[in-house]
Nanobody, 115 residues
Framework: QLQFVESGGGLVQPGGSLRLSCGAS????????MGWYRQAPGNQRELVAAITVGGSTNYPDSVKGRFTISRDNAKNTVYLEMNSLKPEDTAVYFC?????????WGQGTQVTVSS
């Protein structure tokens, strides 16, 4: 049975850091491209980081240089290291697994950046 376990969200002050983790089970993790998305109230869900099977990464300009995505296929886990956090980074963060026409989503973890 497919299951994602996300962790690492919370409240952090502007300029602070957080590390999100998403452990997957029930899929052949290594064949899936993985991504992190976020959704703030009233906004559409947006991509913040993606990593291919081969380890290539992609980021939008809004987080480039501050966020780093990585994966550990031995642990079936994808990570998102977030530094220099800003209030506008406040959102629910979701991990995503993508393979061909299949997309699977984690339950989301709240990240709040506030003083």
């Amino acid at each position: 049975q497919l299951q994602f376990v996300e962790s690492g969200g919370g409240l952090v002050q502007p300029g602070g850091s957080l590390r999100l983790s998403c452990g997957a089970s029930g899929i052949i993790f290594r064949i899936y491209a993985m991504g992190w998305y976020r959704q703030a109230p009233g906004n559409q869900r947006e991509l913040v980081a993606a990593i291919t099977v081969g380890g290539s990464t992609n980021y939008p300009d809004s987080v480039k240089g501050r966020f780093t995505i990585s994966r550990d296929n031995a642990k079936n886990t994808v990570y998102l290291e977030m530094n220099s956090l800003k209030p506008e980074d406040t959102a629910v963060y979701f991990c995503n697994a993508h393979f061909l026409s299949n997309d699977y989503w984690g339950q989301g973890t709240q990240v709040t950046v506030s003083s």
